[in-house]
């Protein structure tokens, strides 16, 4: 029975995970979850976490029934399309399959369609967080570290909902346990944004994945740390353990792999300026994703552990706010991305009391703003993220840190960070990719992932700040999650 079973979630004919699905309890669970009753709580393996979670209120809610074989049409509407630096008119935007399947002139959409009038509002692309931790948002760093790991699963899952309320109908998670997570989405047990999940991220020994006290030290061979017995990180020295490790993630299903090539300003004990793993681990890990389709993304600030990633092959750095002007030539010609935050040091940034920990966000922070101005001054692909982290009630700022960087750029190339340059980003992953499509852009042949905001995305950026008020329509992949546009 467990092969079968095994075999039915691979194949997604299972809704959930049906470990133990012979057994009575688990049985009387299905019956329960089936029947949307308010509380269920039941034992017996992952089935036990997802009945959880629905019995939390965390299962979803489609706003506006879809009739069976009718497409959905998109009227009355102006639309930036992710790649085009201007507002469009004069389309509609026709849905059918998940997918957008036309932009035909307005007013000249098939008759049988299920029409939304958008009422002339702006229409974007589902935006994107590149830089994300779907499990260790909300919760502070002593849970993330200590608490019982279905409660981080709880509280991530009911972050998730809130994280696509928020317009973000992706996000790219670079480290921890999201898939589980995920599978509940994608299976409709849970409402939340797609996840590309990394799974465990790689560290060396003392790397910034290294969560350890010193109390913990010396490690004895095969000892694991409860980090990584969560799947939170996973520390590999050496080229052998790097590749074990890497093969780990991505037997789970990691789209992309995330690596520690330097210090962090969350760690305690790896200053921001170390460089981590040599380059022929770091090349290890390169090869084993190259071999599976994918790629590896790596967090790093200094321009040594830059370098020393790009000729790794790594694709994607991740923060780099301490890169001088030689690194970010050598990011634009090697094709890599720099997926940037808005380190900035104010009241968006996560809690920092620890005064080794604040200064190195300070420093950090010194180094955000010529990072975005030299990072596009030299024509860097460039993709959105947050990294927002343990950071309980911290991911309500996340539009707002989108927002923030009409300081550097105008309004839609903001937008486009998180659209289609991200969606370009994603796409790194190849056969790796867990959703078929394109992502970012509102074009024909894309996934129907689709926002309806108050403002004018063309000016001003401010209803970001606050999209409970201003977004009127969340639809991912055809399927409407909000609708307020009377």
């Known amino acids: 029975m467990w092969i079968t079973c095994c075999e039915a979630i691979e194949s997604g004919a299972a809704h959930i995970n049906p470990c133990l699905c012979g057994a009575p309890e688990t049985q009387m669970a299905m019956a329960r979850i089936e029947a949307d009753i308010s509380r269920r709580q039941f034992l017996g393996g992952s089935a036990a976490v997802i009945g959880m979670f629905a019995g939390f209120g965390l299962a979803p809610h489609e706003v506006r029934a879809q009739t069976p074989g009718r497409p959905t049409l998109l009227t009355n509407l102006r639309f930036f399309d992710g790649t085009t630096l201007a507002m469009q008119t004069g389309r509609d935007i026709l849905v059918a399959d998940g997918q957008i399947v036309a932009l035909p002139a307005a007013g000249t959409g098939p008759e049988d369609a299920d029409v939304i009038d958008c009422g002339g509002r702006a229409v974007t692309p589902g935006l994107i967080d590149c830089h994300w931790h779907a499990t260790l ?3 502070s760093q002593i849970a993330a570290l200590t608490q019982d790991i279905a409660f981080i699963h709880l509280v991530a899952g009911q972050e998730a909902g809130a994280t696509l309320m928020r317009g973000f109908t992706t996000v790219r998670d670079t480290g921890g346990p999201a898939f589980g997570l995920k599978m509940a ?17 790689l560290s060396q020994t003392s790397g910034h994945g290294d969560f350890r006290l010193l109390s ?14 969560t799947g939170v990180a996973a520390i590999a020295d050496g080229r052998d353990e790097v590749i074990r490790r890497t093969r780990e993630q991505l037997m789970k299903g990691a789209s992309q792999i995330k690596i520690m090539a330097g210090g962090g300003v969350s760690s305690l004990y790896d200053p921001l300026d170390t460089a981590q793993y040599f380059l022929e681990e770091m090349e290890a890990a390169v090869q084993a994703a190259a071999d599976w389709g994918t790629y590896v993304c790596a967090h790093v600030y200094t321009s040594e552990g830059i370098q020393r990633a790009l000729r790794a092959g790594v694709k994607s750095i991740e923060h780099g706010q301490l890169a001088d002007t ?6 634009r010609e090697e094709g890599a991305w720099w997926s940037i935050q808005p380190f900035l040091a104010d009241d968006d940034a996560n809690p920092r009391t620890d005064p080794i920990q604040r200064a190195k966000q300070l420093e950090v922070a010194e ?4 990072a975005f101005e030299e990072g596009r001054a030299e024509g860097v692909n460039m993709a959105f993220g947050t990294d927002i982290l343990m950071n309980p009630g911290g991911s309500r700022s996340q539009g707002r840190q989108l927002a923030k960087l009409t300081r550097f750029m105008s309004p839609l190339e903001v937008l486009k960070l998180a659209t289609g340059n991200a969606g370009d980003l994603l796409a790194l992953s190849g056969p790796r990719a867990p959703y078929p499509g394109r992502l970012g852009v509102i074009a024909e042949g894309a996934l129907a992932d689709i926002l309806v905001w108050d403002g004018d995305p063309e000016t001003d950026l401010g209803f970001l700040d606050d999209p409970t008020n201003t977004l009127r329509l969340v639809m991912k992949g055809g399927r ?5 546009l009377a």
Request: a neutral charge.
């Open 137 to 139: 948002v909300s919760v």
């Open 185 to 201: 989405i994608d299976r409709g047990v849970v409402t939340g944004p797609r996840i590309y999940p990394s799974g465990a991220m």
């Open 216 to 229: 913990a030290l010396p490690r004895t061979d095969g000892d694991l740390d409860y980090t990584e017995r």
């Open 326 to 331: 030689e690194t970010i030539r050598m990011m």
């Open 367 to 370: 180094g955000t703003v010529r």
């Open 480 to 484: 409407v999650f909000k609708e307020q």
